[in-house]
């Protein structure tokens, strides 16, 4: 009898899921965890975790999770619940509501951002 495989690591033990350079997804994202966009998602995200936008992302979306980091393209409504971080690469035409906002010098913004206390 053969020894049984370890499970594959989740979301949620650190190994984020991804949506690769050329692959696209349109509909609505659910996931719990962390996961990274290299490549195109149209649609809408929701999210017990953090999104990450890499440099090649692009995302056109509405957007609810706890963290949302930006290196590439963003067009849409976020609803961000402890952070923003906008990196230097970022390219974001969104209006953003969230408690705490990062911008990198170089990144580019356009729309309105709510960073009231409670607004996350």
Do not use: Y
Request: glycine share 14%; aromatic share 4%.
């Amino acid at each position: 009898m053969r020894p049984a495989s370890p499970a594959p690591a989740s979301p949620e033990a650190g190994d984020p899921s991804a949506i690769g350079p050329g692959a696209s997804f349109e509909g609505c994202l659910v996931f719990r965890g962390s996961t990274l966009v290299e490549g195109r998602l149209t649609g809408k995200v929701v999210a017990e975790g953090r999104l990450e936008i890499g440099p090649q992302g692009w995302v056109q979306a509405e957007i609810e999770v706890d963290e949302l980091v930006v290196a590439g393209h963003l067009e849409g409504e976020v609803h961000a619940r402890e952070r923003v971080e906008l990196l230097a690469t970022a390219r974001v035409t969104a209006n953003l509501r969230t408690p705490r906002l990062a911008l990198a010098e170089g990144c580019r913004f356009e729309g309105r951002c709510d960073t009231e206390p409670g607004s996350g």
